[in-house]
Structures are given as C-alpha cells and as structure tokens.
C-alpha cells in the first residue's frame, strides 16, 4: 500500500486557490514528498517535490508541516485546465494512492 | 528523445497470447520504471530498474509479467498467457537516479487490451 493518504475527491471555483492536502505519517526523515497530476487519457505530470522545507514553482506552492506527516499542495489561481487527479507520493516508495480528482468549476 | 517514449500506444490482443511492451526512457536516465493503471485508479507500481538490474520486482502480479532491460536504456515488459484482467494502460518512467532528490518523467502509456 502507497505511504500516503489523500481525500477522494475536491471542488474548486475558477480563480480560488485550490489547497490538496495529503497525509504521510510514516514518511522518514530522508524521504521526500513528490506532487503529480494526471490529466485524462495522459500519463502523471510532474509538478513539485520537497523534502523539509516550503516550496514554489511555475506551476504550485507545498507546504510541509513541521513534523513532516503532511503537505498541502496550493494552486493560487486555479483555472478549468487544472481538472485533474493530484497524486502525492513518498519518493522512495514508490506507490501511487488513488490521488484526489480535483474539479475545477466556472 | 526528449521524453519517454512508449510503444505500441494501443496493443489489442487475444485472450492467452503473448505480449510485449517497449519503454524508450530519456536518454541518460538510470532508473526506469514500469506502472500499470486501471481504470479509476492510481497506478499500481511493478517493477523498478537500476541500470540493467531489477532492484524492485514486488509489484509483478504473477510469473506470466517478466520485465528486461538489457543494456541499461530500453526496457521491455513481457506478458505470456494474457488474460482478460490484464487489460489496463500500462505506464513507464524514468529518472536520472533512484535516488529521492529526482523525480519520474512518465510516458503517455500503452493501452493494452485483452479480448
């Protein structure tokens, strides 16, 4: 079984961050927290990873909490093509969990 | 190439045959990854390669699913005696390593079909 438990699924409005969160209780201290997506028909796209601290990109911000058994993965302004399943894994163990399939709605 | 590349992107088969599928990963890439994906669900890890070894094959539902990489670049899953239940897209990634500090660049799949 993947490390990592995610709610099943989440709205969203158009323009409204969008925050997914994501439990990993288990996760050891050299592990780190890896955020795909995967659009219909698509394979999983890459968008963020870290592994103590807070981080940005192009694409979403993650938060990791203090303890290290959660993150958030933040979508400032998420847009209709944001519609997706968000899948968060610990890196080393290489398991996807069933994601959350996120709606974004007009 | 500059990503991975999957081939066939459709494979239709009949119950009992043999099958193939090839994973091209980037050029470079040391660690490679084969996935298998239904549909509703997240993908379902299989096997995962260092260099020309399996250093992960746990995920390898039975002994009809066999995965080479004989020369540390292409790798080829291998499915004898396919049945119905086998039907699912199968993904490939690869990575610069093993290591956590990179992650997986995922090809866009092989729909395998069985009838």
């Known amino acids: 079984d993947a490390k990592t438990t995610q709610p099943p699924s989440m709205d969203c409005a158009e323009g409204r961050a969008a925050n997914l969160p994501c439990n990993h209780s288990t996760i050891s201290g050299n592990e780190y927290v890896y955020w795909y997506r995967q659009i219909h028909s698509q394979g999983p796209q890459y968008i963020i990873h870290g592994l103590k601290n807070n981080e940005t990109n192009e694409m979403a911000s993650l938060i990791i909490t203090e303890d290290r058994k959660s993150s958030t993965l933040i979508l400032p302004h998420a847009t209709l093509r944001d519609t997706a399943v968000y899948y968060c894994i610990v890196r080393s163990d290489m398991r996807f969990g069933a994601g959350t399939r996120l709606t974004v709605k007009p | 190439g500059a990503g991975v590349s999957q081939t066939p992107s459709n494979k239709v088969t009949e119950k009992g045959k043999y099958v193939e599928l090839r994973c091209d990963p980037i050029s470079g890439h040391t660690a490679l990854y084969w996935y298998r994906q239904s549909l509703g669900q997240g993908p379902e890890f299989l096997i995962y390669?260092?260099?020309?070894?399996?250093?992960?094959d746990s995920g390898l539902p039975n002994d009809r699913f066999f995965a080479v990489r004989p020369e540390g670049s292409v790798s080829t899953l291998k499915i004898q005696r396919t049945e119905r239940g086998d039907s699912a897209v199968y993904l490939c990634?690869?990575?610069?390593?093993?290591?956590?500090?990179?992650?997986?660049?995922f090809g866009s799949g092989t729909r395998l079909t069985v009838v």
């Open positions: 990634a690869s990575s610069p390593t093993g290591t956590g500090i990179h992650g997986y660049t």
């Open positions: 390669f260092q260099g020309t070894g399996a250093a992960d």
